[in-house]
């Protein structure tokens, strides 16, 4: 148990769906990140939010849209997703985004794109 | 961003030691040294980090190069459950707005 939580853990949608995946954290940290991890590749860094503040988007298509309504609580809401966004989504928290931080991960959302 | 090179997969034995290389030539000043691992089913989870001197802590032991070109995660006596896939992450200091992981390597561990 990581103090990370994420819900569903599993998630199978159409291209016409609009879904949302929830990410919890009980450490009480203050910035919450989330990663796309594709089968045999890398994770990717897709959003950052420090303090509820968005940081870091990297270059992720509108399709994916964050939310961060505190530093508990962190949404990635889906919407005309590709059958290409199949993916292992992972929420991370971590104190803050000074480095030398520890990130601690949740255990993924496993999402399929029919 | 400096670069990090580690072997796809390695074999050990249980309850032996393992050490895991991590090559880092590009490394500057301010890089910290992160490893973190995977294991199946599951987010990655942090193993260690440092800076210039040797870490440990109660999963392992990093070796820094005194080039720090390049450094080694020892896991003193492996388990089965040790079984994962290891991540040497260099993270700038002053500048981490999340790390940047790469393929990793794939550690099995033999009963």
């Known amino acids: 148990e990581t103090g990370v939580t994420q819900t569903p853990r599993h998630l199978v949608m159409g291209m016409t769906n609009k879904k949302s995946l929830k990410c919890e954290q009980h450490?009480?940290?203050?910035?919450m990140y989330w990663y796309k991890q594709s089968a045999k590749k890398p994770l990717e860094l897709m959003f950052v939010?420090?303090?509820?503040?968005?940081?870091e988007n990297n270059s992720v298509p509108s399709r994916f849209s964050p939310e961060c309504p505190n530093s508990s609580h962190l949404f990635l809401h889906l919407h005309t997703l590709q059958p290409e966004d199949s993916a292992l989504y992972l929420c991370?928290?971590?104190?803050?985004?000074?480095?030398?931080?520890?990130?601690?991960f949740g255990s993924g959302t496993q999402l399929s794109v029919l | 961003d400096a670069k990090t090179t580690q072997p796809n997969s390695m074999e050990s034995n249980e309850e032996e030691p393992v050490h895991l290389p991590c090559n880092h030539s590009t490394i500057s000043g301010t890089d910290y040294i992160h490893w973190y691992r995977q294991l199946p089913s599951q987010g990655p989870e942090y193993v260690i980090h440092g800076l210039t001197s040797n870490v440990n802590n109660r999963m392992a032991s990093l070796a820094i190069a005194e080039d720090r070109k390049s450094s080694t995660l020892i896991l003193h006596r492996a388990t089965l459950r040790d079984a994962a896939v290891y991540y040497c992450?260099?993270?700038?200091?002053?500048?981490?707005?999340?790390?940047?992981f790469g393929k990793g390597t794939h550690l099995i561990i033999q009963p």
């Open positions: 450490l009480g940290h203050n910035a």
């Open positions: 991370a928290s971590s104190q803050g985004t000074a480095s030398n931080e520890k990130l601690f």
């Open positions: 992450i260099l993270e700038k200091r002053g500048g981490a707005d999340g790390l940047t």
């Open positions: 939010y420090n303090f509820k503040e968005q940081t």
